[in-house]
Every structure is written in structure tokens, then in C-alpha cells.
């Protein structure tokens, strides 16, 4: 089913590219001035577009099958090694955020269901109203603005590998980490919150009280297990959010991540860089969601 | 109805949250002090004072100018988008639900595919080739948010038509079409009117998103977004350049979120005794 799916990506991105108005050979090379025709008919060579597009389309099939996307048009770089270096800051990125997010946002949805209508119930549910509401970029600018500039206490961007200084590495990750976090917990927490009063609400649960177990038994053994497939669904489709959040977080804070290259390609009308930096993103968002639904399966077997 | 909505807290602080910015949209030229697109290369980068209420960005235009007509390209694109995505997807909903089979794989199954790309790339790789401007954006933005619409709209569809009184209907020689007008689609309305509201809120989102990007709403025509992209290089310099950009985007879209709120809790009654 996953394959199915990337299949379809693959060839809508093909199908995309070669509609576009325009020769992606001619939109390489600038469109605003007049630009040799000998060149463009070497480009075009060189990336294929010569050949009747049915045949283009088997020869890119090929090689995306072998990961090969050919090379950047502006540096002739392989674009594989491109993604290969950058992808794993992205990934690295993307997991503490929605590690980040999921713990605080089930722990302060929890917190504000077993506290229902008191102060905490309140404050949760008004600052998650408040966090779904903040785009990234602003939330991301003000803590840019108050933990860089004003208090000086962390840097405001960049990168600096792993291997060279663990410190200052994760220091500069604090503050994307805490933006791309703070709106899905708000999201996360929202949905913990129903989820669990809903079950709490259930019969059974009164049962189990008047069985004899305590709170504690009743809440982690029981509730949560029943309320978690919502939860759960909630977090997978965070994955979409996630991924169009790193693009801004990227950009606000000059993180040489995947979806910067993904820009800078798309500036220069990269095309092979465009379409190896969507596949792989695509296909991630794709094995995310299917790994989703077999979550699923584990937490409820009436899905199985 | 109506009075069910006014005696929802949410749904009036909501509106209250909205109507001012629907006000300025409509009368936004009139209220403008300057041509918002007016470069004064004398003054940038101005704290507000008496010519310039706001202040001035670094071009030396206007911000309040700029504020005041940056709202009409936000709510064009997102009720654009929202209108079309409600458009498209409530019909290959009702569709597919209906007649099931064929229609319904061939359908839903497309529906699918756009679900296959993250919302941002998609629109991104679009405005890299077609370029940018409203009613791409618009196209855009709708076809991405289309599937919500259908998947809720399929759902309502396949829950009713098996209810007694679609049956009676048909039995007694109704068309198709009018048992899909009269029969069907009034009964589903609720879940659809509450996205209705959460999409704009996203389309708004992701319309600021794009033009933050420098891809959306093209300058120097002014946007939020944009306006805020800008900014932030001059966070230091001039505060209150990127303040009031962020602070209208945000309660912007926490007022259309809030309303999306307060609409569940009054349009699904089963969850009424509960929030």
C-alpha cells in the first residue's frame, strides 16, 4: 500500500514538472534574460528532455527505483548526497519536536480532564485554545526576540555539528525544538483532553472504582489504554504539520536542514533537487502514516 | 438557532474577535492615512509618531497603511480556498457515498492522493512553476483542504441513506437528485459548517506561511505574512514593525478557531453536556 502511494507521488510530481508552463531547461538557466539557444539545447540534453516523454518517464521510474536523482542543475552536485547529508538534521528536528510535543501535550491533557472545570482544567485549555492559534514563524520570532536578543540566553540559530560540539549542538536546537513543539502540544493536548473525558464518562470506570482500585490503577491501567487511539491519531497527523513547520523553522533559524534545500531549489528552479528533496519527504510522510495504522492494530485489536 | 449561538460565550467572543477585522476589510481604503505602497526613503524604519501612527517599515511605507490592506488578500485567499474546497469535496462526498461501487473507489481513491503530499510542499512545488498570486493560492488551498471536506461529507452520506426515511422517500418516486438536495444533504450540514470554520483558520495559516516563505501573496502588494517575513530581520531595530503584523494574524485565526469551537458545542448536541 505504502509503495502504491509513493508510486503516485512520484508520478505526480513527473506529471507536475512536465505541465508546468515553461522548459524547466529555460527556467534553470533564467527566464529574465536571453540566454543562448545552443545552451539550452545542451541542458535539455543533459537532463533528458529531449527524449519523447514517455520514455522520460520510464527513465526516471528507473532511477528513482536505483535512488538515483541525477545531479543539482546549479552545482552539479549528486542531489543524493545533498539529501544524505541533510536529512538526518531534519529527522533529528522533527522526532525531539514530536517527543517534546506528545509528552507535554497527554500530560497536560490528562492533568486538565482530572481536573475538570478547576484552575488547571482552565489554564489548559485556554493556553492550548491560544497555541493552536500561533503560527510557528510568530511564536518562533518572539522566543528568537526574548531568549536571544533581550536575555541572551540561548544563540537564535545555525548549526553546529554533532561530532564537534554536543553542547552548543543541542543549545542551537532548543529554541526550533520548543517552536515546532508548543502548537502540537497544544493540538495534542485538546485531544487528550476529550478523549479521556469521554472514557471517564464510561461505565465500566465507575465499576472499576467500586471494585476497589485506586485512582492511579483506574486512570494509567484503563482510561488512558481506552483513550489512546484518538491520541494517537492525533500525534500521526501532527506528522503533517511537522513537516510543513520544519520548512519555517528551517528558514526563521537558518537550519541547513532538508526543507532549506528544498527552498534554495525551488528559488533556482533546481529541478532534479526539487523532485529528490519532495520524493523523499513525501515518503516519509507516507511510511509515518502507515506506521499510524499499524499502531492502531496494537492498541485496539477490534481494528485487526 | 440564533439564540442558541448568543447564549454560547465562546461564539460571541469570538465574533466580537472577528468583526472589527471584517469591518476594516471592507472599509479598509477609507481608513488608510497613506499609499501603502508610497516609499519614503527619508524615513525608515520609524517608530510610530504622528504622520506614521504605526511607524514606518524599511522601505519607509506605512505600516498602519499596510496593516489595514494586508487583511483583503488574507480573506480572499481564505474563504476562496475554503469556498472551493467546500465546493469540490461536498460533492464527490455526496457522490461517492450515494452510489458507492465504482464511483466511490474511483473518487475517494483521488481523494487519496492529495493526501499523499504534505499540505506545504505541494503548494510550495505549485507556486515554484506556476508562480504566485491569489487565485493560484486560492486553487491551491483548495484542493488541498478538499479531501476533509469529502471524507466528513462520504461519512454523513453512507450514515443516513440507510435511515428509513430515505427509503420512504424513495419509495415514493423521488429522484435522485431531489432526494440528494432535500433528503441527505440538510442532515450532514453540521460536521461540514464546523470544518467550514477550521479551514479557514488553516488556510490562513498556510496562506501567512507561504508569503512569510516569500512565495505567496507576491510584493509589494502587502500581506501579513509577508510583512512579518520582513520584519524579522529587523526585530532589534524596530519591535513594533513585526508586533502588529503577528498580533492581527494571531487573533485572526484564534477567533476563526474559537468559532470553529463554539460551533461544535452548539451544532453537536451530544457533545453539548460535556464541554
Redesign the interface.
Known sequence: MALIQIFIVLSLVFLLLHIMPGDPAVLALGTDRTVDPQVVEALRHELGLDKPILEQYLIYIKNVANLNFGNSITDKVPVMSYIAERIPRTIELAFLSIIVASIIGVVLGMVAALERKKAADIITTSLAALGISLPVFVLGTLFIYVFSFSLRLLPAGGFIALSKNAGAHYARLVLPVATLALPMAASIARMTRSSMLEVLNKEFVQTLYAKGLSRQKVVFGHVLRNAMIPIVTIIGLQFGNLIGGTVLIEYLFNLPGLCSVLLKAISYRDYPLIQGCIFVMSSFYILVNMFVDILYGALDPRVR | MLKRCFRNRTFIISILMLLPFMLIAILGPLIVTHDPLAIDSVNILKPPSRTYILGTDEFGRDIFSRLILGIRPTLIVALGSTGLAFFLGFIIGLLAGYYGGVVEQLLMRMVD?VL??????LA???????GSGIVILIFIIGILYTPHFARITYSGVIQVKTLAYIESERSLGASSFRILKRGISPNIMSPLIIQVSLTI?SAI??E??LS??G?GILPPAPSW?QM??AA?GY??LS?NY?FWP?LC??LT??GT??LG?SLRDILDPKLNN??
Open positions: 492522493i499523499c503530499f504534505p499540505p506545504i510542499l510550495l512545488m505549485i507556486v515554484a512553476f506556476w483558520a495559516l498556510l501567512a506561511g512569510f516563505l512565495v505574512g512579518i517575513g524579522k526585530v532589534m519591535p513585526i503577528s494574524l494571531c485565526i484564534l478557531n474559537l469551537d460535556e464541554t
